[in-house]
Every structure is written in C-alpha cells, then in structure tokens.
C-alpha cells in the first residue's frame, strides 16, 4: 500500500476537498492456474489522532483486479472528501505530526493499510498570529513559594488570530543560572495546531515545574512568529529548602518609592530599604480591604527596586485605589519583614 500524496496540509479558516489516490499492489497467490477475479474494497477512512480514531471522513472504495497465479498488478483508487468542521476542531487541538487519514483494504486473501499524514495550515485570513500570552500558576497566582519537590504547574493563555501551528517553548532560568541569562533552558517545546475565523484563545499547561532546588525561578512561554511583536510575561516562584525552622515574628520593613497616593504605569519604580539575611523580595498589590493579591512580582535579593510591565497592571482596573506592599523572605521561604500597605491609584 502506497498513498499519494504522502501528505496532505488541510486549510483551517476553510472548506477545501482532500484528494488521495490509494495504490494498492497485489500478488495472486492461488496456484491452481486462473485466471481470478479479486475484489479489492477499503470499508472507510480514518482520521487518527495521537493513535486514537476519532472520525470516520469517507465511506468505502472498490475495484477489482483480475491475475494468474503468481501474477502481480497494481489498481489505483482515488477520492475526495471534506472534513467537516468538527473533525477541523479535533483537527486544530491535535499536536503537529500526531494526525494521519488511514484506510485498510483488503483483496479477500490479505490485508494492508495506507496513510496519509495530515497537517493543520492556516486559512485564508492570514497567518496565525498570537497576540498576547497570560501566564499564571494553576491557582491563578502570579508569583508563588513552594516547598522543595512539590507539585507545581503554570498556565499560559494565548490570544491568536486566524489559524496554522502555534511554535512555542517553555523556558526557565532556575538558581543555577546566571540571572542576566534571558533565553534559559528550554522545558518542553510545544506545536499545537489553532483554528480561528478571526480571533481566538487556548491554554496551554506547562511540564511539571522544577523544585528540587532552593531559590528564585524565572518560567516563560516564549513563542516563534515573523510578525507582530508581543510581550513575553515571565513568572516568577521561590522554592523553599525542606529545613526545620524558628519561627519568628516579621519585622517591619520601609518603603521608598512610590509615594502613598502615586498614580501607577508601567514606568513607576518599587523600592524598599533591604533586609541583611533576605533572599528574595515579593512586591504585591491588592484590591483595598483584600487578602489575595491582584499582581505582583519576586525578586532576587540582589535588588531592591523593581517596575511592573503593562501586562501585569492589566489585572488592575481603571481609576481605581489599591495597596502595594513588600515582603522579604529567606531561603527557607520564612516571613523575615513586612511593609505596612500603601496606597496607590490607577489612571
């Protein structure tokens, strides 16, 4: 069994037929002369995804072929078929190179089965284009501390436009890189197909994330495109060291910047008086009166100012009061001081 094309690449903003000729090579093995009429039938095709079946797209093919003993020929079958848009769904949600059309034909004496891979391609409104990635922990959380070795997972949300194959890959810089590295190791990379008349959103959960290692990680979904140009957000959590620890009462911490009252973007710098035995800080903003905070960020020991991106402020609304504070924190993850709450408004 041959098929032809070996592979096909399906448009997915767009009903387009799918043309395949079976080649079906065949050897009589009767011996007892001939000649022998063999119908050669195929009862339908499957589209195949990650080894499962997950529609039927074509009904049966037959043909026969006519051979004397130990005779060979070969009888080619053609079709035509359009996925429906359901089987272009599954089609978009499948990983690239995990979809393939499969058909078993059969000349009454053996069987072989053919396949075509197939491939989700963009349609006719553009290329795929993402247009802006979300990140966060699995409980929603911006930053996080964690034990060592404990389970944790992150999020990205993914805002796109028209359909073809997201490239992307997770990334991390973990303790024993030098934070002034911006690309990191790569995780896991990521081909997933998106389809989308116009605009779109998916999310996309990240490996298993490393905490076998006390200290400070940087987690990014880094994505592969020509055109526009998007903010990559990067998370941020502290792993904590498995150590039997003294308990301690927080002391407090003071801040240095903005000023109670300032008015917030993307340029404001936090600043605060360092803590001698820190080992990271974690700037948080709530809603007034609230527990859980809105955005944040953690940062290394090393510094004692940091500026939020426009992406993280997102999560704040218009003309609107919060409260920011500080936190130090040492490498057992340990509560060492604490700023009073702040003020601070939003345009």
């Given at each position: 069994m041959t098929a032809s094309p070996a592979s096909v690449t399906v448009p997915l903003g767009q009903t387009r037929p799918?043309?395949?000729?079976?080649?079906?090579?065949?050897?009589?093995?009767?011996?007892?002369?001939?000649p022998f009429t063999r119908l050669v039938s195929s009862p339908g095709a499957s589209l195949i995804i990650n080894?499962?079946?997950?529609?039927?797209?074509?009904?049966?093919?037959?043909?026969?072929?006519?051979?004397?003993?130990?005779?060979t020929s070969t009888v080619t079958l053609t079709?035509?078929?359009?996925?429906?848009?359901?089987?272009?769904?599954?089609?978009?949600?499948?990983?690239?190179?995990?979809?393939?059309?499969?058909?078993?034909?059969?000349?009454?004496?053996?069987?072989?089965?053919?396949?075509?891979?197939?491939?989700?391609?963009?349609?006719?409104?553009?290329?795929?284009?993402?247009?802006?990635?979300?990140l966060a922990f699995q409980n929603a959380a911006r930053s996080e501390v964690v034990k060592q070795n404990e389970s944790l997972f992150a999020v990205a949300d993914i805002a796109f436009s028209s359909s073809g194959v997201l490239r992307g890959e997770w990334r991390l810089i973990d303790p024993g890189t030098s934070l002034g590295s911006q690309s990191g190791r790569v995780l896991q990379v990521v081909r997933q197909s998106l389809l989308s008349a116009g605009q779109g959103r998916t999310r996309i959960t990240s490996p298993k994330l490393p905490t076998d290692r006390s200290g400070l990680y940087l987690l990014a979904f880094a994505v592969e495109q020509e055109e526009a140009e998007i903010e990559i957000p990067v998370l941020r959590y502290f792993v904590i060291e498995q150590s039997k620890k003294t308990i301690i009462d927080p002391f407090p911490m003071t801040t240095l910047s903005p000023a109670a009252g300032a008015t917030l973007n993307d340029q404001t710098v936090f600043s605060w008086q360092p803590v001698a035995t820190a080992s990271a800080y974690q700037v948080e903003i709530f809603?007034?009166?609230?527990?859980?905070?809105?955005?944040?960020?953690?940062?290394?020991?090393?510094?004692?100012?940091?500026?939020?991106?426009?992406?993280?402020?997102?999560?704040?609304?218009?003309?609107?009061?919060?409260?920011?504070?500080?936190?130090a924190l040492d490498k057992q993850g340990q509560l060492l001081a604490i700023s009073a709450r702040m003020p601070v408004n939003t345009p």
């Open positions: 799918v043309t395949i000729s079976w080649r079906v090579n065949r050897t009589e093995t009767d011996s007892s002369g001939g080894g499962m079946t997950v529609a039927n797209v074509a009904g049966s093919l037959s043909t026969t072929s006519v051979l004397l003993s130990g005779g079709e035509s078929f359009t996925l429906n848009p359901n089987q272009l769904r599954l089609l978009a949600d499948s990983a690239a190179g995990s979809a393939r059309i499969e058909r078993t034909f059969s000349d009454t004496q053996t069987t072989a089965t053919g396949i075509v891979n197939v491939y989700a391609g963009s349609g006719s409104s553009g290329e795929l284009t993402v247009r802006r990635i979300d809603a007034t009166g609230e527990s859980q905070p809105l955005t944040g960020k953690l940062v290394p020991a090393s510094e004692q100012q940091l500026s939020l991106s426009s992406m993280s402020l997102d999560w704040l609304q218009d003309n609107t009061r919060y409260q920011w504070q500080v936190r």
